[in-house]
């Protein structure tokens, strides 16, 4: 049973950078595509990116040009950051992985409430 | 951009088949995705591949495409099934992912 931890800082200003990492434990890191989701509050998700083992990268168009998903294989983890974060960036973040065999997003981590005020 | 669109809510009573619908120009050719969301939790996976369950999800959750729209059936809706729902899948070029604004499934 894979499970995602993950952690960062809660609580930013606006135009800080939002810094998130994910730890896989318990399950493989190859075969799978490794994302960032968000949930404003009382509001849908929105997928963030992904990347693979590889470290190839996919972004979502609206968040391209702030968001960068990095992977660290030697220990598991994979991370997200967000520059110039803003009051819209207010949400839970989630990591998550989908599998490449079409598998879904069958296993996520608890998520973390970001606050940008001032 | 690409969106998939959601009832905002469905109601039904205890025992009922509840459909939850999502449309999307890109569904013919990429599978869809739905996932459960309670209060206060991460989403959980209820249907991959457009039809297939995973394990440990009841039978009563099925799913179905057809053309551009893919459908959630909850056949015999507990209460424990009111949660939001979210459907899920892929522009026409499989660049990016995205999700359906979500449903609000009560059960009463």
């Known amino acids: 049973q894979v499970q995602l931890p993950q952690w960062g800082a809660g609580l930013l200003k606006p135009s800080e950078t939002l810094s998130l990492t994910c730890a896989v434990y318990?399950?493989?890191?190859?075969?799978?595509?490794w994302t960032w989701i968000r949930q404003p509050p009382g509001k849908g998700l929105e997928w963030i990116g992904e990347?693979?083992?590889?470290?190839?990268?996919n972004y979502n168009p609206s968040l391209k040009s702030r968001v960068t998903i990095s992977v660290d294989t030697s220990k598991i983890q994979f991370s997200l950051k967000l520059n110039s974060v803003t009051a819209a960036d207010t949400a839970v973040y989630y990591c998550?992985?989908?599998?490449?065999?079409?598998?879904?997003?069958?296993?996520w981590g608890q998520g973390t409430l970001v606050t940008v005020s001032s | 951009s690409y969106e998939l669109t959601q009832p905002p809510s469905v109601s039904v009573s205890p025992g009922q088949t509840a459909r939850i619908t999502c449309s999307g120009d890109?569904?013919?050719?990429?599978?869809a995705y739905w996932y459960q969301q309670k209060p206060g939790q991460a989403p959980v996976l209820v249907i991959y591949?457009?039809?297939e369950r995973p394990s440990g999800i009841p039978e009563r959750f099925s799913g179905s495409s057809s053309g551009t729209t893919v459908t959630l059936t909850i056949s015999g809706a507990q209460a424990e099934d009111e949660a939001d729902y979210y459907c899920?899948?892929?522009?026409?070029?499989?660049?990016?992912?995205?999700f359906g604004g979500g449903t609000k499934l009560t059960v009463l």
């Open positions: 998550s992985r989908f599998g490449a065999a079409g598998t879904g997003f069958d296993s």
């Open positions: 318990g399950g493989s890191f190859s075969g799978y595509y």
């Open positions: 990347i693979n083992e590889s470290g190839t990268t």
């Open positions: 890109a569904l013919p050719k990429q599978y």
């Open positions: 591949k457009d039809s």
């Open positions: 899920q899948s892929a522009d026409s070029s499989d660049t990016y992912v995205v």
